[in-house]
Every structure is written in C-alpha cells, then in structure tokens.
C-alpha cells in the first residue's frame, strides 16, 4: 500500500495554484506516495488547523507536514448579504474557501482575508481591535490544537512556517508563553518559506512585488528544489522512494520560472 502525507499550507502550498506546479502538486508525480493536499489560498492559522482536522476523520497518513501562516484573519461567512460585499470587493482576497476541498466559493466559506480592508467592518477590526498579542494567541491555538490531535492518533506531524517566526517576542509576553512553551518546536523542521527562498539561486527570478497575483507564492523552480531536496530526507525516512526519472519535471520547472520572469519582469 502507498504511503500518504497530508499536507497543507497557504499559497505557497495551494496544488490548486493556477499559475505554476507547487510543491504539493508535484510531490505525487516525484515520489512513490500519494498527497492529499488541505491547503488554501491566502489560509492563516485558523483555516488551516481546521482543514487538516476535516481530513484526519476519513484518513490516516502516515504523516501530517503543514506549512503554517501566522498573522492572519480567517473568518467563516455564512450570510448571504456579507458574501456578496466579499466577492464583489475591490480588494485581492475577495473569495470564499470551501474547507472539504480548498476550492475557491461564491457561497458559504472561510474568508481568508488576512488584513484586507476593503469592507468597513474589516478595516475597523484591523484598525481598532485587532492586536499582535490577540493573533499570536490565536495562532499558538491551532498549532497546540493540531500537534495534539496528531499526538493523540499516533500520526507523526512535523511544520513549517510561512513567515519568520519571532520567537523573542513571543517569549517575551506572559500571556504569549504559557502557550509557546506547549508547542513542540523541534517539530519545526524547516526554515520559513520566505527565508528558503530568498537564499535560492531561483530567487533572482523572483516576481515579488511585480505581479500581486504571485504575491509570495515561491516560483516554479524553488517548488521542484524543495520537494526533491529540502524534505528528501524526511520523505525517506517514511520508506518512500523517489520515482526513476524526474529530469523531465526539473526542465519544466525551470523553464515554466524563465518564461514567467521574462513575461512580467523584463517589460
């Protein structure tokens, strides 16, 4: 039987990423194991504790590797008229993520809209109510909720994080603490994507601030590095092999990178 991992993450793990392969869609075409992806695009925290969860009740991997995103607002929107405000928005994140699939709505969903203030109620949360200690509170939350659930399955669970971590502060705070101390750290066993990538050779075809659709969503090239060789050794030490010929898939990934950089960055 074929080994399975359970992944997820924001957009730098999204497989449903329309523009260039992400590590999570290549990683069945490169190895000799299926993937059941749980990410979602612009996902924080919440969204993404709560996907995992809603998988683990019809699956058991033999490992749970999430890509964490602190830092953001997942809010679940259920009423007709507040969706319509949301989708027909001027801001970058005006959809809904249904959480069973990871699809894009236009109906009920989680509305991860990280610090878009493109609705007034939004902005005055941002503006008025919502606070660094609130979010890392929040954020620590799910983390401690997922290691948890996959400690009490038996399911092994390692991560990694979207943005660099500040652990300084996050000790700092007594209200932070108590929580931060529950976390197992040594499970963090990457790097955040931002720091992966910005000491890749592929980062000098970086789109970063050029197109805001690839807002921080690593380009092809740093995709197929990280899923041959970033998590080879954790990948191996669950027995699965890598597939005999993937020259092919790294052609492709450089070449899908080169075309997209002299697309929109040489203009």
């Avoid at 299926?34 to 699956?59: E, H």
């Avoid at 109510?129 to 009490?152: V, W």
């Avoid at 805001?212 to 998590?231: G, S």
């Avoid at 898939?249 to 997209?260: A, G, M, N, S, W």
């Amino acid at each position: 039987m074929k080994k399975l991992v359970l992944a997820a993450g924001s957009g730098p793990s999204y497989s449903k990423w329309p523009y260039w392969p992400v590590w999570t869609k290549l990683f069945p075409l490169i190895w000799s194991a299926d993937l059941i992806d749980a990410s979602g695009p612009a996902a924080g925290n919440k969204f993404l504790y709560r996907a995992v969860l809603t998988r683990l009740q019809n699956c058991r991997p033999d490992m749970v590797l999430i890509q964490w995103n602190l830092g953001k607002f997942d809010v679940y929107v259920e009423n007709p008229k507040f969706i319509y405000q949301i989708i027909n928005g001027s801001g970058v994140r005006n959809f809904l993520v249904y959480i069973h699939t990871g699809q894009t709505s236009n109906t009920e969903g989680y509305w991860c809209s990280s610090h878009d203030n493109t609705v007034e109620w939004k902005k005055q949360y941002n503006e008025l109510i919502r606070t660094q200690r609130g979010t890392a509170l929040d954020d620590l939350d799910s983390m401690i909720n997922l290691q948890n659930i996959c400690a009490k399955k038996n399911i092994p669970y390692k991560f990694f994080c979207h943005d660099r971590i500040d652990h300084e502060y996050f000790l700092s705070d007594p209200h932070i603490r108590p929580l931060y101390n529950e976390i197992d750290w040594t499970a963090n066993i990457f790097p955040s994507v931002r720091t992966m990538y910005e000491n890749h050779e592929s980062y000098q075809y970086s789109l970063e601030g050029i197109v805001k659709e690839f807002h921080w969503v690593p380009n092809c090239a740093w995709q197929y590095w990280f899923v041959t060789e970033k998590i080879k050794e954790l990948v191996e030490s669950l027995q699965i092999s890598l597939r005999s010929d993937n020259n092919h898939i790294k052609d492709f990934c450089h070449q899908k990178t080169l075309e997209y950089y002299e697309k929109f960055a040489t203009k």
